[in-house]
């Protein structure tokens, strides 16, 4: 723990002008991100009687080793720049949305041949238009099945298409009519363009318009008596006016606004948004923050501004955002809206009327989400901070762990024999931060000698930081010698505060496993000399805390909250362990011939699938007709023509019902075909970074 003191900057050397400034801990990492009109005032206010703090900025400036500043020309900079940072840092002790689900949104892929629509989730792409976010995708799934009566838009993901178009037969949607069925030519392309805008304009809040038409072709059908078209028409209208029930409204101007509300005590503070657009509500979300220091409404609905809108443009921001109190000062932040919609944005609290009334609602949201939060334990800051003094009561160590490194692992029946890294800060997961590992020191199933290189492994990449700045990055272990490899040349500076892959040390290590598994990991810290991280396991029979170099195990009540946090961090990696595992082996068993060519990768792999139809038939092909592959020379075509020689060709399918052999191979499908529609579906993110 630092003294605040030590690193204080000497009078003077402030400067009194607009900036960023960011705290950095001993070992160089940012831990928080301010911005400040005057740095010199702003700074001051860190450096008084520790008494006088506010709890989480005492233990934030007692973390810290040191402290520096950017000067900037306004206050819009100031504000851009502290976003960016808190994004590139992620600082620990920054107000941050414990709540970091990913919300839903309904999207329509306008940038796709046969524009599909669906549920989605992560970063937004370009050409795609959403309507949300909502609260959950289940609100979506009834909102379209709703207007699919109307605007029958393609659903279906592009594998599922691309079957249908090959058969000649829809799915079941297109013969109920929920789908006009693009796939076997039942409606041009340009035709099945049309009706996705439609159903876009129809999300937009533009409904009058496609009612009154329905209307009127609904009465010209009738008088033409046309009844059953008439009948359809009916309830094409009924299913609108349905959809357009689930969302009433809530402000007759039928204005484009989000209102935010905030709810907050001492210590922690929750968000909740409200996204209103043609006058109805279309989507909901809400976050719950630490307050790391004592921050006014106006900042916390600042630091929500920055979120909400800080990789939006266009008319993602809202004509008007009304909020509950306006940041300090305004005038920068409101023009730093304008600027991300590239028109006016109305910054303002409501007084009186429709608005004022939607905005106690939304503050009413507001206050049930933070007493629902409190009653949660697992997230309640008193309950974590028990539970570390807790942990360090019953390990007898020096200080509340606040990183603790949790390691498990994973094989099947000796097979593919990996281990996992998780990272608890705080009592909370800190998922950027987990790893995984490969066992490479032997082959076969022994976990107290696979423990043993994982902790040797991650921490000889601790001390190779420690000695030199860099990121070690190529995985391996050191050399028979025990010499340190060489770290590369293009390593990040000191001044990056990010942190390095191994180079931040945890208070605790906790392995999974009873005593033979802790003697192993110690052995491992001992052997590279490192004695000032503590080691405990958990075995999971009797839930027993075991230490090195103890007979005896440590044992902590069934309710104590140590024992909880313990359990949770040992369930953790256990399950980032496994998951790894099953992937290997999944990939393992759909491995091909051309998976084991030498610098053949992903992309060339599937432009010679793609080129030839099948590997039945690449194997046929000769090295002239293999070179005539975009990206594949005449070396890399004699190599795969070998590789595929040497590989035993598949046993040939047999059909079961009449014995006869199917000499035709089915072509593998590859995504990205012409005139074939791609999803553009955001990919799964994957938690961890192999090692």
């Not at 279906?156 to 009519?177: D, E, H, M, Q």
């Not at 920068?332 to 409501?350: M, N």
């Not at 892959?501 to 491992?524: E, T």
């Not at 040992?570 to 759909?590: L, N």
């Amino acid at each position: 723990m630092a003294d605040p003191s030590s690193y204080r900057p000497k009078p003077g050397q402030i400067p009194d002008s607009p900036g960023v400034y960011r705290f950095r801990d001993e070992h160089r990492r940012v831990i928080y991100v301010g911005k400040a009109k005057s740095l010199r005032q702003r700074l001051a206010n860190y450096f008084q009687d520790l008494a006088g703090l506010h709890p989480r900025t005492r233990t934030m400036v007692t973390t810290a080793a040191s402290v520096e500043w950017t000067v900037v020309s306004t206050e819009v900079e100031a504000l851009q720049l502290e976003y960016s940072w808190i994004k590139e840092y992620d600082p620990r002790f920054n107000v941050k949305y414990r709540d970091d689900k990913s919300y839903p949104y309904l999207a329509v892929t306008m940038n796709e041949e046969f524009p599909r629509v669906q549920v989605m989730r992560g970063h937004k792409k370009k050409g795609v238009r959403y309507f949300g976010p909502y609260a959950h995708a289940w609100a979506i799934r009834d909102t379209v099945d709703l207007l699919l009566r109307v605007f029958p838009v393609r659903t279906c993901s592009a594998g599922v298409f691309k079957n249908a178009a090959r058969t000649g037969r829809p799915c079941l949607l297109g013969y109920i009519g929920k789908c006009s069925a693009p796939c076997v030519g039942r409606i041009s392309a340009d035709d099945h363009w049309d009706l996705a805008d439609e159903f876009c304009d129809f999300m937009t809040g533009r409904t009058g318009t496609y009612l009154r038409r329905l209307e009127k072709q609904m009465m010209e059908a009738a008088e033409e008596m046309e009844y059953e078209r008439a009948a359809r028409l009916r309830d094409d209208i009924e299913a609108l006016k349905k959809a357009m029930e689930k969302n009433a409204v809530v402000l007759a101007d039928a204005t484009d606004a989000d209102l935010i509300a905030v709810a907050e005590d001492e210590l922690e503070a929750a968000v909740q948004i409200f996204h209103v657009r043609g006058g109805r509500v279309r989507g909901q979300r809400g976050w719950v923050t630490d307050k790391v220091e004592e921050v006014t409404t106006g900042a916390l609905v600042e630091h929500a501004l920055q979120q909400l809108y800080g990789e939006e443009s266009g008319d993602a921001v809202p004509k008007e955002v009304l909020v509950p109190a306006l940041p300090d000062p305004v005038e920068p932040v409101q023009e730093w809206l304008t600027g991300r919609r590239g028109s006016g944005v109305s910054l303002r609290v409501p007084q009186r009327g429709d608005k004022r009334a939607l905005m106690e609602t939304v503050e009413r949201n507001a206050q049930q989400a933070l007493v629902l939060h409190k009653t949660k334990r697992a997230s309640d800051l008193t309950t974590r901070s028990r539970a570390l003094e807790e942990i360090a009561e019953a390990l007898d160590l020096d200080s509340a762990p606040l990183r603790i490194e949790c390691y498990d692992v994973s094989h099947l029946q000796g097979d593919d024999v990996v281990a996992s890294m998780v990272v608890f800060e705080d009592g909370l997961a800190r998922k950027s931060e987990y790893r995984r590992f490969q066992i490479k020191g032997f082959e076969g199933q022994d976990d107290v000698r696979s423990m043993h290189e994982v902790i040797t492994r991650r921490f000889r990449r601790y001390l190779a930081e420690k000695e030199r700045t860099g990121e070690w990055t190529d995985g391996e272990p050191a050399a028979a010698d025990g010499s340190l490899p060489e770290a590369p040349a293009d390593t990040l500076t000191e001044d990056d505060g990010r942190p390095k892959r191994f180079a931040y040390p945890p208070q605790l290590v906790v392995v999974d496993g009873g005593q033979p598994q802790v003697a192993a990991a110690k052995r491992a810290l001992d052997e590279l000399g490192i004695d000032d991280i503590a080691v405990c396991g958990l075995a999971k029979r009797l839930e027993e805390v075991w230490l090195p170099d103890d007979d005896d195990p440590v044992v902590l009540p069934r309710t104590s909250e140590g024992l909880y946090l313990l359990q949770r961090v040992r369930d953790e990696a256990h399950r980032f362990a496994i998951t790894y595992q099953r992937t290997k082996r999944a990939k393992r068993f759909r491995a091909g011939p051309l998976d084991d060519v030498p610098g053949l990768g992903d992309s060339r792999r599937q432009a010679l699938i793609k080129h030839f139809g099948s590997v039945k038939k690449l194997r046929a092909a000769t090295i002239d007709q293999i070179c005539e592959v975009p990206g594949i020379g005449r070396k890399t075509a004699e190599t795969i023509a070998a590789a595929l020689a040497q590989a035993a060709p598949p046993a040939p399918a047999v059909n079961t019902a009449t014995g006869e052999i199917m000499d035709e191979e089915e072509p593998e499908t590859t995504a990205g075909s012409p005139g074939e529609p791609v999803s553009t579906g955001a990919p799964r993110e994957r938690r961890g970074q192999e090692t």
